[in-house]
């Protein structure tokens, strides 16, 4: 079976990115580790963080896929990795089509609410977050007890009040659902950040045609 590795890639490179609050603890450096639903698939991920980069591991079917992007918003690299067919690419995203990606999703007003509930030991508040062009809305769930580095180029949920714990995120199109397990401080592993050297440097288009197609 094909697995359509540019679109869950493309959609879980912004699945962990640039939710940030002011908050009681500031992470600087560590690991989220994440549950999230990518194209009707439910994956776990982790997601590395520092100031200046992040990068988000899962697996998806054979393949192990990795998406680096800098807190800048200015570069993106999806590496696929496929022991079982001897594959190793890196597709980097040009400055145009990281600002494609930007454009399909939606700008979300929120509405805070009073409801709270505690989600995998973070305390967190409930937030309508509306989507006026599209006509719908979104709950999720915030916390004040953490804060996390800006890390990547989109800043939808900057105006949610908090961080997001359990909440909505956005595919070419099509929403899907995320919830944060644990964020654990610690140094990151060499090499999180980096293209390692035996990864063929591919565009995006190339990793379109190797995934088997997906818009």
């Known amino acids: ?7 869950v890639a493309m959609g879980a490179a912004f699945i962990a990115t640039a939710l940030n609050a002011n908050a009681q603890k500031a992470y600087k450096e560590g690991v989220i580790t994440m ?3 990518a194209m009707g698939q439910a994956i776990e991920a982790k997601s590395y963080f520092r100031t200046d980069s992040s990068s988000v591991a899962f697996n998806a079917g054979p393949a192990d896929i990795k998406v680096l992007s800098d807190s800048k918003g200015t570069y993106m690299a999806i590496l696929v990795d496929v022991p079982v067919a001897s594959i190793k690419k890196a597709a980097i995203a040009t400055p145009a ?7 399909k999703f939606p700008v979300l007003t929120f509405k805070p609410g009073t409801e709270t509930k505690v989600i995998n030991g973070f305390n967190c508040t409930k937030v309508v977050a509306t989507d006026a062009k599209a006509g719908k809305t979104y709950d999720i769930w915030v916390t004040k007890d953490v804060s996390i580095p800006e890390t990547s180029a989109t800043k939808l949920y900057a105006g949610a009040g ?14 899907s659902e995320v919830t944060i397990k644990s964020i654990v401080e610690q140094k990151v592993p060499a090499g999180t950040f980096g293209i390692p050297a035996d990864f063929e440097k591919i565009s995006m288009d190339d990793l379109k045609s190797l995934g088997g197609g997906g818009n």
């Not at 089509?97 to 454009?103: G, P």
């Not at 908090?162 to 595919?171: A, S």
């Open 1 to 7: 079976m094909k697995i359509k590795l540019f679109t």
């Open 35 to 37: 549950n999230m639903n």
């Open 97 to 103: 089509e990281i600002e494609e990606q930007r454009s």
């Open 162 to 175: 908090g961080f997001p714990i359990q909440y909505t995120t956005f595919q070419n199109g099509q929403a």
